[in-house]
């Protein structure tokens, strides 16, 4: 039996026995040697380990399944030496193993600058659990960190230092820009303001030049002269290939390391193979875990008579960093003759994306997402696939704005070769192979058949859209269920709840669901109960499956603090309202800003508060905004022609009356809406759920807008109607979409999957071709008749109101630990550090 000898037990290590086990069981007599004293386990959430996650919990197989599958597992004992002309090694612990073929995996280690005083107490690198152990250790005295290194891992190690508490943590990156070799200088600022807001301080541009301190570190100096005190330093400044076995023995290597290796991943010498960061191919160390596990399969394929080649390896990659989103493919950096690059900037919702096409706009070549990453795996099929691009390019990353965009032909025209899961090297055809031939019904079905999911993740929702092709093309009905614990979707527990008179979440659980309910399951619920009978959302045996928001009635703010927002319908407000939401403010010390709802937003509100300040608001003829529920917020108005000369109409009339109709309306999604007076569109309703604009004849009514990540226009529904037609295809759209959109389903995205589109809407609203539109305005008419403003019933309803206090025994207390600091003569929450 060929004897196979394994050099090291990382991710790659592990995953070239996988693959060898998975295809050719029980072949081969396999020996791994493990320099760490725990199994492989995955480097690559690593910060995890931070969040709670245990190193079970990390571990890619326990020791136990390398015994059941026959290979022989050292740990703690790297080899030290290997004889090439006897085909043996030697470990640590003096254990002789001779090799047919060996594989070096031995990876990569964190390269360490050559710091004067990189040596003391204090400094850690970031790359093994038990470098994280030391770390956490130590930052229970910690105050002030820093890391030396604004890449990949730099910034992971960032975020494991705001895990472990140090509020005050420093970013050091010698070059002008965070993550310089992923994104470019636009996205890269984007991103530091992001880390910034987060209470990160980033330094660029930053020579370290001295870590000072006596037998620990104090400080670091900088080529520039500047410095900062630092009792904690993480250095994460790259990495360095492992490949002193091979220079120990002979085996070629690449003058700034690495081992040389053929595009069969063999050395110098035919009986030694090299796969991971220890690999050199082609000048390139490739940095990431998808090329090693593609470097694994080629061994693997090659020893048992195939024919694989490596000819190199995307390095797109996505990741979110510190919750944010940062992704990049193809050639991010694409610039010159023949190419063109279109990009979207939104400094105020941290939003950058970056698209370069070539000169004729037909093909993709690479691009840069920052702080939002969504579009990222169809954009990378597109680019890799050579998919033609729509006429309007810009509508990739725009989203389509017309009314016969195709939503799921990205997937459709993808070749069946078309690689999805990169770490694993799963195409298109292997998993719709998985759903028609395997039956794998269930994304973690497919994981356990194909692997496809199991390595970073980021394909998992294509693997499920493909999955759902899959299904229909086969002819099977796909049914979005809410979760595990409801075997319906939304829509029909909707409708069950209604036949039922079902009206308390405990009851629902029990006569439609199992077990006890999750937080998937909770709000959706709670939502079809309120849209159905329109009772306070914190009636008994509702009150907990609310959203933290719904639960008190307002928006839980950064610092702990709570937003108080009042109803303002059509933005028209009296004088004297205006005077009570000042004294209000004053006397509770809210901090005040105008939305671009055209309400008043109260900020830094405590608990306790809540229900005092709605008092006074209500006694000053204001209600509930419903800021903090999936509901109506606003209905947006221009003065229309009660001031503006342009104006065809009394908008504000109009707008007042459409929201003070659907106040309090509950949804699975909020809603907001507009009336503009005239086609200069002032009130921006064709941003809106549904837009009203005044025309000579009357009134257009728009429908399935939304602003945001993704702004979609609004699809023209009905022309020049009276005010009372209006009211009432609005009735019928409204509750059409409350009964049938999925749970956090906005508007749009509802109009974008509906079959039929635009054309199948106005046949349901105006035509009534499902014979549901009388139900549906008797319905709208009897949430209009049972509207009750919620902070009313909070604070008139003694056990509702006991529950606005941050202490139970002590009512009058309020939260110690809320701070705040000063800014321009009003208060902010004091940064999260």
């Known amino acids: 039996m060929m004897q196979i000898v394994v050099i090291g037990n990382g991710m790659v290590g592990y995953k070239f026995c996988e693959k060898l086990i998975a295809k050719a069981p029980h072949q081969f007599q396999i020996t791994v ?44 004992d790297p080899v030290q030496t290997i004889d090439r002309t006897n085909k043996k090694v030697i470990s640590f612990h003096g254990i002789i193993t001779h090799y047919d073929v060996l594989v070096i995996a031995t990876g990569s280690a964190a390269f360490v600058p050559s710091i004067p005083g990189v040596e003391k107490k204090g400094v850690f690198i970031y790359r093994t659990i038990e470098d994280l152990e030391l770390m956490a250790e130590w930052a229970k005295k910690s105050k002030k960190g820093a890391v030396i290194g604004g890449g990949l891992l730099g910034l992971e190690a960032a975020k494991a230092m705001l895990d472990l508490g140090i509020n005050d943590t420093h970013v050091i990156e010698f070059a002008p820009r965070l993550m310089p070799r992923q994104i470019d200088a636009a996205g890269s600022a984007i991103l530091t303001s992001k880390l910034e807001a987060l209470g990160l301080s980033i330094h660029t541009s930053k020579n370290t030049i001295e870590i000072a301190g006596d037998d620990a570190i ?11 005190d630092a009792d904690m330093l993480v250095i994460s400044a790259g990495i360095k290939p492992r490949d002193e076995l091979a220079i120990q023995c002979g085996l070629t290597t690449g003058e700034r390391g690495g081992i040389l290796v053929n595009e069969t991943m063999q050395t110098s010498d035919e009986s030694i193979y090299a796969i991971g960061e220890c690999a050199l191919y082609n000048s390139m160390i490739y940095g990431l875990v998808a090329p ?25 990659t996505k990741l979110k960093l510190i919750g944010i989103d940062v992704a990049s493919f193809g050639n991010p950096f694409a610039e010159g003759d023949g190419i063109r690059s279109i990009t979207i900037e939104d400094r105020n919702k941290g939003i950058y994306k970056r698209i370069n096409i070539s000169s004729n706009g037909k093909t993709l070549l690479g691009g840069v997402l920052v702080g939002d990453a969504d579009q990222y795996n169809a954009l990378l099929q597109t680019c890799k696939n050579n998919i033609v691009l729509p006429p309007n390019p810009e509508d990739i990353i725009l989203g389509a704005r017309g009314s016969d965009a195709d939503q799921g032909a990205g997937i459709t025209a993808l070749p069946d070769d078309a690689l999805i899961c990169s770490c694993e090297s799963v195409s298109k055809i292997d998993i719709c192979n998985a759903v028609s031939e395997a039956g794998c019904e269930t994304v973690d079905a497919i994981k356990k058949c194909t692997k496809a999911g199991t390595g970073c993740g980021g ?38 709840v209604k036949i039922k008179k079902i009206k308390t979440y405990d009851e629902v659980l029990s006569e439609l669901g199992t077990g006890d309910g999750c937080e998937l399951c909770k709000p959706p619920v709670a939502s079809i109960l309120a849209s159905l009978w329109n009772e306070n959302i914190l009636k008994k045996g509702n009150d907990t499956a609310q959203d933290s928001n719904d639960r008190f009635l307002a928006n839980i703010q950064k610092g702990g603090t709570y937003s108080v927002v009042p109803r303002i319908p059509g933005g028209e407000i009296t004088p004297e309202k205006l005077i009570a939401i000042g004294e209000v403010a004053k006397k509770y ?8 709802g055209q309400r008043i937003d109260l900020f830094g509100a405590h608990l306790s508060d809540l229900p005092n300040i709605w008092q006074e608001l209500i006694d000053a003829g204001f209600e509930s905004g419903h800021a903090y529920g999936k509901s109506l917020r606003t209905v947006k108005s221009c003065v229309g ?11 504000v009339s109009f707008a007042i009356q459409i929201e003070e109709r ?3 309306l509950r949804s699975p999604h909020k809603l907001k809406g507009g009336v503009s007076g005239c086609i200069r569109e002032c009130a921006e309703a064709q941003s809106k759920d549904f837009g009203i604009i005044a025309t000579e004849k009357g009134w257009n009514l728009y429908v399935c807008g939304n602003g945001g990540s993704k702004p979609q226009h609004a699809l023209l529904l009905a022309t020049d109607i009276d005010e009372e037609t209006c009211v009432k295809y609005l009735d019928r759209f409204l509750m059409f979409y409350v009964k049938t ?17 635009i054309a199948y809407l106005k046949a349901v609203v105006i035509e009534d071709a499902l014979g549901m539109n009388a139900t549906w305005e008797a319905d709208m008419d009897n949430h209009v008749n049972t509207y009750e403003c919620e902070w009313k019933a909070a604070i008139e309803t003694p056990e509702l109101r006991k529950r606005f206090n941050h202490f139970v025994n002590a009512p009058a207390e309020k939260d110690p630990s809320i701070q705040f600091d000063e800014m321009r003569t009003q208060k902010k929450a004091k940064d999260w550090k």
């Open 33 to 76: 040697f493990g320099e760490e004293i725990r199994p492989a386990y995955d480097r690559v959430h690593l910060s995890e380990f931070f969040a709670g996650k245990s190193a079970d919990d990390l571990s890619m197989a326990p020791a136990s399944w390398y015994e059941e599958n026959g290979i022989k597992l050292h740990l703690g």
């Open 218 to 228: 104090q400080s670091m100096k900088f080529s520039d002269g500047s410095h900062i």
């Open 292 to 316: 090693g596990y593609e470097m694994a399969d080629i061994v693997v394929t090659n020893l048992l008579g195939g024919n694989k080649a490596f000819l190199g390896f995307d390095m797109s």
């Open 459 to 496: 394909c998992i929702p294509m693997v499920k859209d493909l999955m759902l092709y899959t299904m229909k093309a086969q002819g099977k009905i796909v049914r979005t269920v809410l979760c595990e614990h409801f075997n319906y979707s939304r829509q029909e527990l909707f409708d069950l």
């Open 589 to 596: 010390q809210l901090y005040t800003k105008i939305t671009g």
């Open 641 to 651: 022609s009660t001031w503006c000369r342009f104006g065809l109409h009394d908008s």
């Open 662 to 664: 659907y106040r309090g």
């Open 741 to 757: 959109a999925d749970p956090l389903t906005r508007t749009a995205t509802w109009l974008n999957k509906m079959e039929g589109g």
